[in-house]
């Protein structure tokens, strides 16, 4: 057998036999141990992590974490002060919201239930204080009549049972209701998404065969290129009118080709010689540019275009293109989306993304970025791709004049004239194209107050088109896969039943089943697919990934402002025709600014873009400088913050819900009410978006 040779253990041996003299080493700093070393091993030995501590250390280690406890705290006192006084400023300064559509109907509904659930409220904690727990885990136990004590026990008593007979079976039915329709929004959702991931691995999109015009075109004739007409609508927009006309101005498409209208429907004079100045500058460098003022103000947008193309020179050009005021097309824009037109003469519409400037401006407009990223990036290329169908944003499209036409052009009966016309053009038999990689920049509402007034325009004209499109739709020659499609999908799930399940469902059933526990709402309603279907939202826009949980409230908290536009208009009342412009910033990129400035750089050198200036285009520039100068401007109108009346009602009633969620120790049911009702109570005070000084 051979012989061990565990070295490690003989020189262990050695060491013990040779074990040596002790060395104390002692340290003069008071906050070391004193250790003994018997040996070389004696060092590497794992000692106790007690042992060379002592109590200076064990007391520096605690006041070390209490200074950070104190530093935690600090900061939430901190933030919850400065919360305690924006909300006192806001309650002395803010403006209350006016209730115009159906004199607040739905603020009144909501008060209602404000009022009840106070009222249970105040009558569960009694019953819980004097001991009358009746109910365990939803299951209802109604006493004895022996076991009764007093009247207040008796009326107590009766209130269970009109609870669990009457009241229960209707909430309950209302809840599986919305919970179907909650599951079908849902599907579609998780289908359009599906199509999304289809488009990007098959890598589908809309392609040009050929290039149609080159770039040496541009030195020539032009004759190659279809003449073009551009819309620039705009009303009272004094923040955007100058970067909107230069962007469109320098467009790169041959100017005999091209024509640009700049459709004025201000009431300030002082914004109309200022937009006026400016068409005429351009004009004096040899853009093809004419200023448009209505006199007589009627319809709004629809109304602005509708009197634009009924000018006679219209009828010379193929195709118009139409931005909004804040909207600042790349000098490439005709060249990406015109030349689709081309061998497809079914083709009525290619539409544009939006890109935003101030997405990252505040946590409102981050919330919009996630939203509108979501609605370009599936809804409208899905539908464009497999359906040749979507709503037309009404701006950074491109139409052929003759689908308008075909179509019965603009008209004045609802607020969104492009959904209108889209709708139309689509029960004619035109397609379109969306095209995701032209982008557009343009700008985001940052106010809560433009972004509730934008919202509602959005949400009720919608229903208001529904009403009156419907017979047309029935009646329509198309296929009725198509029709389906139209009725069921467009208006019927994504306008209509979108807003009703997510206000019914969490604003109202929701806090009656606290009070109501006999209604059960499942926790994978309120807590799993809302967090699913939210993650996919967040999908398109992957920087957005930390903002899941304030969207999510968020879009609960938009719910009512959904459903009050949605009432509104599929039942007309007074808002439902009410158009207010969105207020803009005039916000601009560094980069883009940069951008700008070369191009009008390049402009002005260009030798093409000059002609001779004659004294009557100089008189009239001076004439309308001196106007300008002339023009006393107005004093700055004082902004302050609104108070809005509905949120802050359903902010104390999912408060007042939480509150009695408590005493059924119902911990997720607790938690997202109150986290809902604070998101309410900060969107009722109008705590988020921009802050008026």
């Excluded at 007589?296 to 109304?303: E, L, P």
């Excluded at 020179?313 to 990406?336: G, H, M, S, T, W």
Aim: proline share 5%; aromatic share 12%.
């Amino acid at each position: 057998m051979a012989p061990s040779l565990d070295f490690f253990r003989w020189w262990g041996k050695d060491n013990n036999s040779s074990k040596g003299t002790p060395v104390v080493v002692t340290m003069e700093n008071p906050n070391y141990s004193v250790l003994e070393i018997n040996g070389p091993d004696e060092v590497f030995k794992p000692v106790d992590k007690d042992r060379g501590k002592n109590a200076k250390q064990f007391t520096w280690v605690l006041l070390l974490k209490a200074h950070k406890a104190a530093g935690c705290v600090a900061w939430l006192g901190n933030v919850l002060w400065d919360l305690l006084g924006a909300i006192k400023k806001r309650l002395v300064f803010g403006q209350m919201e006016n209730e115009k559509s159906g004199k607040g109907i739905l603020y009144r509904v909501i008060m209602g239930f404000l009022v009840m659930a106070l009222a249970f409220l105040a009558f569960e904690v009694v019953a819980h204080l004097k001991g009358w727990h009746y109910f365990e885990n939803s299951s209802l136990h109604i006493p004895e009549t022996l076991e009764i004590r007093g009247w207040l026990h008796l009326v107590y008593v009766a209130w269970l049972e009109f609870r669990a007979d009457c009241i229960a079976p209707a909430i309950q039915a209302l809840t599986n209701f919305c919970i179907a329709l909650f599951l079908i929004q849902s599907a579609d959702r998780l289908l359009l998404c599906l199509g999304c991931f289809w488009i990007k691995f098959k890598k589908i999109k809309p392609r040009i065969e050929e290039v149609p015009h080159k770039p040496d075109d541009l030195e020539g004739s032009g004759c190659n290129y279809p003449k073009v007409l551009v819309q620039i609508p705009m009303c009272n927009e004094r923040e955007v009118y100058e970067q909107s006309i230069s962007a469109v101005c320098q467009l790169d498409w041959p100017k005999e080709r091209l024509l640009i209208q700049v459709l004025d429907d201000s009431d300030d004079e002082s914004i109309q010689w200022l937009i006026k100045a400016e068409v005429t500058q351009w004009s004096q460098k040899g853009v093809n540019i004419i200023y448009r003022h209505r006199l007589v103000r009627t319809g709004y947008k629809a109304g602005n275009l509708k009197s634009a193309m009924n000018c006679d020179y219209v009828k010379d050009y193929e195709f118009v293109a139409i931005f909004d005021a804040d909207f600042q097309p790349n000098p490439d824009f005709l060249k990406l989306t015109v030349p689709h037109f081309k061998d497809n003469p079914e083709l009525g519409l290619v539409q544009a993304r939006w890109s935003f400037v101030n997405k990252d401006e505040n946590l409102l407009t981050r919330l919009q970025n996630i939203n509108l990223c979501f609605h370009f990036e599936v809804e409208q290329q899905v539908n464009g791709v497999f359906l040749n169908f979507f709503g037309f944003n009404g701006t950074a499209g491109v139409w052929r004049i003759k689908a308008l036409e075909d179509s019965g052009g603009w008209l004045e009966r609802t607020t969104v004239e492009d959904m209108d016309i889209a709708v139309r053009a689509h029960l004619n038999g035109w397609k379109f194209i969306f095209l995701n990689d032209v982008k557009v920049l343009c700008e985001l509402p940052e106010s809560y107050e433009a972004y509730k007034k934008q919202q509602h325009r959005w949400h009720s004209g919608p229903m208001h088109l529904f009403r009156l499109c419907l017979p047309a739709i029935i009646t329509s020659k198309m296929m009725f896969w198509k029709k389906a499609n139209l009725i069921l999908l467009f208006f019927l799930l994504r306008k209509l039943i979108l807003p009703f399940y997510s206000f019914t469902l969490f604003c109202i059933i929701l806090p009656l089943t606290m009070f109501v526990p006999e209604a059960e709402l499942s926790m994978w309603v309120i807590c799993y697919v809302p967090v699913f279907m939210s993650f996919m939202n967040i999908l398109p826009s992957p920087r957005s990934f930390p903002f899941i949980v304030p969207y999510l409230l968020f879009e609960n908290t938009m719910s009512v402002t959904k459903f009050n536009a949605m009432i509104s208009g599929l039942f007309q009342l007074g808002s439902s025709y009410e158009w207010i412009v969105t207020k803009k910033a005039g916000r601009s990129s560094e980069s883009d600014l940069l951008a700008v400035e070369e191009r009008e750089t390049k402009a002005m050198n260009h030798p093409q873009l000059h002609r001779g200036t004659s004294d009557s285009g100089l008189s009239e520039l001076n004439k309308l400088k001196e106007h300008q100068e002339a023009a006393a401007p107005k004093p700055p109108v004082k902004k302050l913050n609104k108070i809005y009346k509905k949120e802050l009602a359903l902010a104390f009633l999912l408060l007042t819900a939480a509150g009695r969620s408590l005493l059924s120790a119902q911990g997720v049911h607790f938690y997202f009410l109150l986290f809902q009702g604070i998101s309410f109570l900060l969107v009722g005070l109008d705590l988020i978006g921009e802050q008026m000084s």
